[in-house]
C-alpha cells in the first residue's frame, strides 16, 4: 500500500513534473502512467505501456504538453495503485486554484481527481490561464463574491464558456458594517483574530441557503465543480469544508486543505500592499498585527464554523439534512460521483 501523506506531484520552474511516493513494501517496483484524462483511470481502462517502470521512490517527468493538465497513475508490482495529480494548479493569474482530489474518507475510498475545484477571483487569468482552464472540463461554476465584487471583477472564461455560472452571493451579516467601511479604505477592527472566528461562525449561523444551493446544482448531474471567491480563502475555504466533510473527509484532514491557503497565496506581500492602502479609525495607517489574521488562515477559524454547527444541530446527519437539503440517498448519489 502506498502512504497517501506522502504521494505528491510538485510543478518544477521548467514546467516538468516532479513525482514522489512512499509505499508500505519499500523496494517494490511501481510502474507510472500518465493521462490528461483522469476519467481514464476511474473507467479501469486499459492502462497501455507505462511511461517507466522504477524501484526508486521519486522521479522527474518532462511534460509534453504544457497547455493541458495531466495525471498519474502509480502501480506497484504487488497490484496496488494510487492515483496523483497537482494540488495546486499551475496558473499564474489565479495563485490559489486547487484541486480537491485525492483525499481519503473514513470509509476508505478517495475523492475523484480532476471533478472538484476551488480557486480565487478568476479576472485576473492571463489568456493562457483561461485556455488551460477551459481544457479542465468544468462545468460548474459557483462564485460566493456579494454582487458588487462580481460586477467590478466579472468571472469570464471566454466567449464560448460551456459552464453553468451561478450567482452565490455569500454576505455574513456579522460583517456588514466592516464591509462598508472596507470600501471606504477603513479596517475598523480591534482584534482581527476574532472577527474572523465570529465571520466563520456566522457562515453557518446565515449563509447556509446559498451552500444549500451549491450541493443542489452539484446534484443536477455529473458536474465538474468549481467553487470560488476573492481570494479563496474564507468563503470558499468553508464551501471547500462542506463539500469535503458531506463526502466523509475526517476533520483533520478538512483543517489541513484549508490551511494550504497559507501555502498558496502571497500572504507577505498582501501585507505589505495593504498597509499602504488601509487605515485604521482615527485614520492611522494599519497595523500588520491587524492585517496578518485577516489575510491568511488559521485551523481556528476553521474549527470555529465545526464548533457551530455542533451547537446547533443534533449531529452531522441532522446538519446535512436541515441546513444543506441533503438526505442519505443524496450523499450516496455524491459519494458515487465523486469517490472512488
Excluded at 490561464?129 to 472540463?137: A, E, H, P, S
Amino acid at each position: 500500500m502506498f502512504d497517501l501523506s506522502a504521494c505528491h506531484v510538485e510543478r518544477t520552474a521548467e514546467q516538468d513534473y516532479l513525482l514522489s511516493w512512499r509505499s508500505f513494501h519499500a523496494g517494490q517496483e511501481v510502474a507510472i502512467y500518465m493521462s490528461d484524462n483522469p476519467d481514464h483511470y476511474y473507467a479501469g481502462s486499459d492502462l497501455g505501456p507505462p511511461l517507466l517502470r522504477t524501484t526508486d521512490q521519486e522521479v522527474l517527468l518532462r511534460n509534453p504538453d504544457k497547455e493541458v493538465r495531466h495525471y498519474f497513475y502509480i502501480e506497484s508490482e504487488g497490484g496496488e495503485a494510487v492515483i496523483l495529480a497537482e494540488r495546486q494548479l499551475s496558473l499564474e493569474g489565479t495563485p490559489n486554484f486547487r484541486d480537491l482530489g485525492g483525499y481519503e474518507t473514513k470509509e476508505g475510498r478517495r475523492l475523484k481527481w480532476g471533478k472538484l475545484y476551488r480557486s480565487s477571483k478568476l479576472s485576473s487569468l492571463t489568456d493562457v490561464d483561461i485556455n488551460y482552464v477551459k481544457r479542465l472540463g468544468v462545468t460548474l461554476i459557483c462564485d460566493f463574491r456579494q454582487v458588487v465584487e462580481q460586477e467590478l471583477e466579472p468571472t469570464w472564461l471566454g466567449d464560448e464558456t460551456p459552464n453553468l455560472l451561478t450567482s452565490l452571493p455569500v454576505t455574513p451579516g456579522s460583517s456588514a458594517s466592516f464591509l462598508d467601511n472596507l470600501h471606504n479604505g477603513i479596517i475598523a477592527v480591534e482584534d482581527s483574530a476574532s472577527f474572523m472566528e465570529e465571520l466563520n461562525r456566522d457562515l453557518v449561523v446565515n449563509q447556509m441557503p446559498q451552500y444549500a444551493e451549491m450541493f443542489q446544482l452539484l446534484l443536477t448531474g455529473d458536474q465538474q465543480l468549481l467553487i470560488h471567491c476573492a481570494s479563496g480563502k474564507d468563503r470558499t475555504g468553508f464551501g471547500a469544508a462542506l463539500i469535503l466533510d458531506v463526502l466523509g473527509v475526517s476533520e483533520e484532514a478538512i483543517v489541513d486543505d484549508y490551511l494550504l491557503t497559507n501555502k498558496y497565496l502571497p500572504v507577505e506581500q498582501e501585507v505589505d500592499r495593504l498597509a499602504g492602502e488601509f487605515t485604521d479609525q482615527t485614520g492611522e495607517a494599519i497595523s500588520e498585527e491587524i492585517l496578518r489574521p485577516m489575510l491568511e488562515v488559521r485551523p481556528e477559524y476553521i474549527k470555529a464554523c465545526f464548533e457551530e454547527i455542533r451547537r446547533r444541530y443534533e449531529s452531522k446527519e441532522h446538519f446535512f439534512e436541515s441546513a444543506l437539503s441533503l438526505d442519505d440517498i443524496k450523499i450516496e448519489q455524491l459519494k458515487d460521483r465523486y469517490l472512488h
